[in-house]
């Protein structure tokens, strides 16, 4: 859940649709709007907070840059920083899937990777193109990819068990048509083509491993991977489309909490980021509205009140690819990194 802020210029909005346009047109694979954004200038490395300590912590950060990603060793404490475009850690915590700047997809033990590197990555079968990340089982990684020639959009799932890649033509109306999980890791989930053109939004549908179609979800929007659900899988974030024009202030621009098992949304989050994740079952972690250039902020926000819970300032930390994960691994002064 990532990365193209709301109150970006339009300059910057242009220039990514344009970088994505490209992508579409003359590559083999489609790009995520959250990897093709504009290259927001930020100084030097990240300053990383320590709040003093909490259920949840920063265990992943990518500066959008190419600069390298950010693994938290919670042995040590401290963040490791790896030569890869963006790493993603699983749900349970113990597997990092990395990708590199040509973007190739590896999975690697956690500890394995802080202790020896690239050498101990298992680069996989997945193609290059737009990542969802991990299923929210934690088996399995997801990437989207378009043919240029016969415009058809495919879903490849990789499973980490058995290093099998299984692929699912996504024969739906649909736009960008990159497919995220749903709550079962079995399904996928796609983004509708919409009512009206001029707008990025529309239903979310599911697709079944064979390719045929199922059930509408619910709302109209996209979710992406297990960071997206909420501890129970009662709620999951469902983010808007991007990019859009920044001065539009309606509703399907903000992330909205669904409760899926009545289908209804239940709360929207006023944020100019894509929400981060959760912090429990009943609250989520954002990135306080703010104009670009503003010291980062995160908030904890309870989905049914709006109220904002718990404030950690993080003045030195770019509102980038940030990835949450459970503090119950750090012990001692590392603990001090949970909030």
Known sequence: ?????????????????????????????????????????????????????????????????GNGAYLLDAVRGEYRKLPYE????????????VE???????????????????????????????????????NALLVTTLDKDTRTFTAHRYDVATGRVRHTPINLDCDTCTAGWAADSTRYVVQLRGPDPEVPNGPMQYLNPDGTPGPLVGA?????NADSYSPSRRYVVVEPSRPFFPD??????LPRILELRTGKIISAIPTDWPALGWYDDGQIVRIAPA????????????IHTGQVTKRVSAPGLPAYQIQLGSSAMLHGEAAELGF
């Open 100 to 138: 590199d700047i040509d973007g190739r997809i590896g999975v690697v033990d956690r500890q394995a990777l802080l202790g020896a590197g690239d050498a101990a990555v298992r680069w996989t079968d997945l193609p290059p193109g737009s990542p969802s990340g991990w299923s929210p089982d934690g």
């Open 248 to 253: 539009e202030s309606a509703d399907w621009q």
């Open 220 to 224: 109209d929007g996209h979710i992406w």
């Open 291 to 302: 104009d670009l250039g503003q010291p980062t902020t995160l908030e904890v926000v309870d």
């Open 86 to 97: 963006r790493l993603t850690v699983s749900p349970d915590g113990r597997t990092v899937a």
């Open 1 to 65: 859940m990532h990365l193209l802020p709301r109150r970006a210029s339009i300059a910057a909005i242009a220039a990514v649709a344009v970088a994505l346009a490209a992508v579409v047109t003359v590559g083999s694979s489609i790009a995520d709007a959250t990897t093709q954004h504009a290259r927001f200038e930020t100084p030097g490395e990240p300053v990383f907070p320590r709040p003093g300590g909490g259920p949840r912590a920063i265990h992943a950060l990518a500066d959008g840059m």
